[in-house]
């Protein structure tokens, strides 16, 4: 990755998007190294505990990536395009808080004792589904500085390491393994084929940006069907009031995307019908 970020024939946005991810690498790796002295280090070892360095760490790595995906730029309908991203992104943020919350983060005792609070890794993990979301929105967007290959690489990347974050408390009696041992090198390894990716269009002209498609987008009702399935299976449990309210929110997000959808739509038709009467 240090080597694209200062690399000529690459284009000025795809430099400062590998510099970017040089840079979240390599907080990754100082977060794996602290994550190794929190687990061997400490009088209790070995312990699954994540000290307060190492979760800092990690997140600013989710968000150094997050910024450098944020700084590419994008074809024409920008304005409208980022308003329905945003709102993609607020239900699959909602999704992955609910369904992280009832199968994994609502027994926080263990949580505790793996970090010491709850919502420092329920934050790291939710973004990590939100990246995932932006890397397949600006994968099949028009896109042109990175190659789409790169970016699909990137999101299973993301999307692998994630679950594994969450499966945390599933190894609570196994003092000797943490969700370090599966995401980070399972993160390495997609990341190592998205370098190779970029070696071989390297020497090749940047692609044209693609013209926006119009296809329906079925990540945000997925999402929205999701919580509310759920709602269906557990929303008598003992966090039903946080179900629901998931279920609330994520209609609302759906709703208010869909008016967007509408204005988006009425400011094409009204473009089509000013370039007709011109003829």
């Not at 498609?213 to 946080?242: H, K, S, T």
Request: net charge positive; aromatic share 8%.
């Amino acid at each position: 990755a240090a080597r694209f970020a200062f690399l000529p024939t690459l284009a000025p946005a795809v430099r400062r998007f590998w510099q970017v991810l040089a840079v979240a690498i390599t907080l990754e790796s100082v977060g794996a190294v602290s994550n190794i002295r929190d687990a061997l280090g400490g009088p209790d070892a070995p312990t699954q505990r994540l000290g307060p360095v190492t979760l800092t760490l990690y997140m600013m790595a989710v968000f150094a990536v997050q910024w450098g995906l944020l700084r590419l730029p994008t074809g024409t309908g920008q304005r409208m395009r980022w308003a329905q991203f945003l709102l993609d992104s607020g239900t699959v943020t909602v999704m992955a808080a609910v369904f992280g919350w009832h199968f994994s983060f609502r027994n926080s005792e263990q949580w505790v004792k793996l970090s010491g609070s709850v919502w420092a890794p329920l934050i790291v993990i939710v973004l990590g589904f939100t990246l995932i979301v932006t890397v397949m929105k600006l994968a099949t967007s028009g896109v042109g500085a990175i190659d789409r290959g790169v970016l699909r690489f990137l999101a299973l990347a993301l999307g692998t390491s994630s679950l594994a974050g969450a499966a945390a408390p599933f190894f609570m009696g196994h003092p000797y393994i943490t969700d370090a041992h599966l995401s980070v090198p399972t993160a390495a390894v997609c990341i190592l084929f998205a370098v190779r990716r970029q070696e071989r269009v390297a020497g090749q002209a940047p692609p044209p940006p693609a013209p926006p498609r119009r296809g329906v987008n079925l990540v945000p009702y997925a999402a929205a069907a999701a919580v509310n399935g759920l709602l269906l299976v557990a929303g008598r449990g003992e966090d039903g009031a946080v179900i629901i309210a998931a279920a609330i929110a994520v209609t609302t997000i759906v709703v208010a995307r869909q008016i967007v959808a509408f204005r988006d739509n009425q400011r094409l038709l009204k473009a089509l019908d000013d370039t007709v009467l011109d003829l």
